[in-house]
């Protein structure tokens, strides 16, 4: 009689025990035994050569849905992540309808449901008007609880004012994400915007501007006790002074932040254009000294997808974002293989630290009883990224052409092969995540 539905058999596992030899055994979509075990199971996967990791959690996505779905939508950015090797993504609300009401997070859920091909929560976008539902919002199934943004970026919203801020941590209960920079210096310098010129980027959208906002978010968050979540830091500056306040900030770094510099506006142009901006080098070095001394909690691609002809626009007219939640995990497992972090570190950010700082339910361990959520790669596999095999609608990458060792062969949601060898295997098996602070778990009150 078959114990298990399917069994990993001779992978070398990455989780809270270390890195080691075992088989990983699956019953009805979670992981049922880690161990020794023989092959009684509906199906025997040899994962010889291959590490298991956790099933990594993109803590920062844009799929464009409802609004702009010439750039993404929610099937096509959940393909893409999953052909990454992402299990599970939270999607921002800077969609069109905004998501700021429960319509539209209705909405989204029931577009996601059994159409994306990863599992998901949606944020909520945090306004002036919407302060007085956001208690009840953040709490909705599949909510992965308030965003805001403080500068202004792609979409409208928009709550740059101390005391916007303020009403909005006063009102909500989980740790809400920012978007953290000053809109009233950008304003004061957009004429340092130089016409067709990237590399200006972050001129106007300076250290400072990032900082003081952080500076400012965090005494917002204590005075009203409140946790708070700084998204894509991109400063060292930023990286130091919340070294100071993990009691209440968490801190979210990306993987373009930590791989490009200022270097590549003269190569890619506003392909890197992004917000907040890639810096120098020095900035660079400030992020990764944080992956290391764990000031970082998350890692999070901030996956934004613009079309190239959009990208093409003279600067400042080119928008803002690049694709990254497909390449999140190869650009990653390289600099594992460069000796930048270890495999340890990269599973506690993209799956240890979402559970942790979330409350997520049943997801982000290999542990019996969790989710069979996993994340399979060849840490000695060597290949180049190219424009062609990104999956998103927008169909490029700022890393085209880069060699990188490390790469995703399988990608499995609540036991269901969703992904091996580059193909897609099962369709469309998303469903929402549930959190310890949400109202509801699944299965979704929506079906
Ligand atoms: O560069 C960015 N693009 N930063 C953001 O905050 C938003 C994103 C987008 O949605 O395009």
Redesign the pocket.
């Known amino acids: 009689m078959a114990l298990f539905d399917l069994i990993f058999k001779n992978a070398t596992l990455v989780n809270h025990q270390g890195i080691f030899e075992a088989d990983l055994g699956i019953r009805d979509g979670k992981i049922a035994d880690i161990g020794k075990m023989g092959s009684a199971a509906g199906a025997v996967i040899d994962c010889t050569g291959l590490h298991i990791l956790p099933g990594v959690i993109d803590t920062q996505v844009?799929f464009?849905e409802p609004g702009a779905e010439h750039k993404e939508d929610l099937r096509s950015g959940s393909l893409s992540a999953v052909m990454g090797g992402v299990t599970s993504v939270f999607e921002?609300p800077?969609t069109n309808p905004l998501t700021v009401t429960k319509e539209a997070f209705d909405d989204k859920i029931s577009r996601a449901v059994n159409s994306m091909h990863c599992d998901f929560a949606f944020y909520v976008g945090g306004t002036h008007e919407n302060t007085g539902q956001l208690a009840v919002l953040e709490k909705l199934p599949g909510c992965a609880g308030v965003k805001v943004?403080m500068g202004s970026?792609?979409?409208s919203l928009l709550v740059p004012d101390d005391d916007g801020v303020a009403a909005i941590l006063n009102s909500i209960s989980r740790r809400a994400a920012f978007?953290s920079e000053d809109e009233y210096r950008l304003e004061e310098r957009k004429h340092l915007r130089v016409e067709g010129d990237p590399a200006s980027h972050p001129v106007w959208r300076d250290v400072e501007a990032a900082l003081k906002s952080t500076k400012r978010l965090v005494g917002l968050a204590r005075a009203a006790g409140k946790r708070i979540h700084v998204?894509?830091i991109s400063t060292a500056e930023e990286m130091m002074f919340l070294s100071g306040h993990k009691d209440i900030a968490s801190v979210e770094v990306t993987p373009h932040h930590l791989t490009l510099d200022d270097s590549a506006y003269k190569s890619l142009g506003s392909l890197v254009?992004?917000?907040?901006p890639v810096r120098s080098l020095a900035h660079q070095k400030g992020i990764w000294a944080g992956v290391e001394n764990g000031v970082a909690d998350i890692l999070g691609s901030?996956h934004?997808?613009?079309t190239l002809e959009e990208k093409a626009e003279d600067y400042p007219n080119s928008?803002?974002?690049?694709t990254g939640v497909q390449t999140l995990v190869p650009i990653m497992l390289d600099h594992v293989n460069n000796g930048r972090l270890s495999l340890q570190r990269f599973a506690d950010l993209t799956s240890a630290g979402p559970n942790r700082l979330f409350g997520i339910t049943g997801k982000g361990r290999l542990a019996v009883g969790y989710d069979a959520d996993l994340t399979i790669v060849d840490l000695k596999r060597t290949q180049t990224i190219t424009n062609d095999w990104i999956a998103s609608k927008s169909g490029w990458t700022p890393y085209d052409g880069k060699k990188v060792t490390g790469w995703p062969v399988g990608t499995i949601v609540r036991g269901r092969k969703v992904m091996w060898e580059g193909e897609l295997v099962e369709k469309s098996v998303g469903q929402p995540i549930s959190f310890f602070d949400g109202l509801e778990t699944r299965p979704s009150l929506l079906n």
């Open positions: 844009h464009r921002m800077n943004f970026s792609t979409g978007h998204l894509h254009q992004m917000n907040p901030d934004a997808p613009h928008p803002s974002g690049m």
